[in-house]
């Protein structure tokens, strides 16, 4: 059995022991420090024991992302966070002393039950004070509610958010920090024309492509061509380069930190995170949410996998590119320089 079914069945054995076991005997005395799991908690149990097994080799992926003092929070909306950390919870927090606990969470895990004040409806989470800390607490949610991968990326990608971004790890510009309104458009409408469409459509299909390229030399090639055909069709459009380095940098990052992790913590391999990663440069943007910007579908929805897929080439063609990217480089930039694009000497064959 490999690593990553003995894995995901070992996951599988704890919920059904959280969901089936009999209430212990100790938590049928009413006790105002302890707290007793119930079976709808079991997917934040399962994460937080995935979460806590990955949290150093999390550094790895990301410079300097890990848990502060090794601390994690789970959100289940609308009012329970289950915490673990090994230090001395909040108040409102409650022991839980199961003993179907894998070793680890022993004595660590507290549970707060009640409404929760603050959370980000934008962002999913909610801060959790800790001593001089704040971790966020991240609801591990996914469209597929059966799939536990996906609902680990979500916890990633928006704990990344919360905790690098939040934290202020990316430099901002005046201009990057205007936020558009919610319904509005993030870039001059004219700019959206039918050519720049195709064009984007068709920069996804090179970055598809390039995931598979082996041969280096090839894909150095390959990604001058698809730099090219970029340029061609945003180069000038101050208003567009602007929001897609912005948005790939956010949310391209935070979709390969949340695909790669997600897949560290089910065990599962490498493949697993470029699939995850390809599946949302190759969504069908036809079928994404119309917003929450007008252009959402173009000027959004589309940047996560091309963002995503520059940081996959990234990690082959220039490693050390995510300090520069903490210091105001962008991935295109990068990207660029990897592969020695010249747009001066840039040719692009026009599609149809
Ligand atoms: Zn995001």
């Given at each position: 059995m490999s690593a990553f079914r003995s894995s995901r069945s070992y996951v599988a054995a704890l919920a059904a022991v959280v969901v089936a076991a009999p209430v212990p005997a100790y938590a049928q005395s009413p006790s105002r420090s302890a707290s007793v799991l119930q079976s709808a908690d079991s997917t934040i149990l399962n994460a937080a024991i995935a979460i806590a097994r990955t949290a150093s080799g999390v550094e790895q992926i990301w410079p300097r992302y890990r848990p502060k003092q090794g601390a994690l929070a789970l959100l289940r909306p609308p009012e329970t966070i289950l915490l673990v950390t090994s230090g001395r919870p909040p108040a409102g927090y409650a022991a839980v002393r199961e003993r179907s606990l894998p070793r680890e969470l022993r004595g660590r895990v507290y549970l707060r039950r009640g409404p929760l004040p603050n959370v980000d409806e934008h962002t999913f989470g909610t801060a959790v004070a800790l001593g001089t800390d704040t971790i966020w607490a991240v609801a591990p949610m996914g469209?597929?509610?059966?799939d536990f991968f996906r609902k680990l990326e979500f916890y990633y990608h928006e704990h990344f958010h919360l905790a690098h971004q939040r934290g202020g790890k990316f430099v901002e510009t005046p201009e990057a920090r205007r936020r558009a309104r919610f319904g509005?458009?993030?870039?001059?409408?004219?700019?959206?024309t039918p050519k720049f469409a195709t064009m984007a459509e068709l920069e996804r299909r090179m970055l598809s492509a390039a995931l598979e390229i082996a041969d280096v030399d090839s894909l150095r090639t390959h990604l001058r061509r698809y730099l090219a055909v970029r340029r061609e069709r945003a180069g000038t459009l101050l208003d567009v380069v602007e929001v897609e380095r912005r948005m790939e940098r956010d949310e391209g990052t935070a979709m390969y930190v949340g695909c790669k992790a997600a897949a560290l913590a089910t065990a599962a391999p490498l493949e697993r995170a470029v699939a995850c990663i390809l599946k949302e440069l190759e969504r069908d943007l036809e079928k994404a949410?119309?917003?929450?910007?007008?252009?959402?579908?173009?000027?959004?929805?589309?940047l996560y996998g091309t963002g995503g897929a520059i940081a996959l080439l990234l990690d082959r063609l220039r490693p050390g590119w995510k300090p520069l990217v903490e210091q105001g480089m962008h991935l295109d930039q990068l990207l660029a320089q990897a592969v020695d694009f010249d747009p001066t000497k840039a040719v692009v064959a026009h599609p149809g």
């Open positions: 469209s597929d509610s059966s509005q458009p993030l870039v001059d409408p004219a700019h959206l949410p119309k917003g929450p910007e007008a252009d959402a579908r173009l000027m959004r929805w589309r």
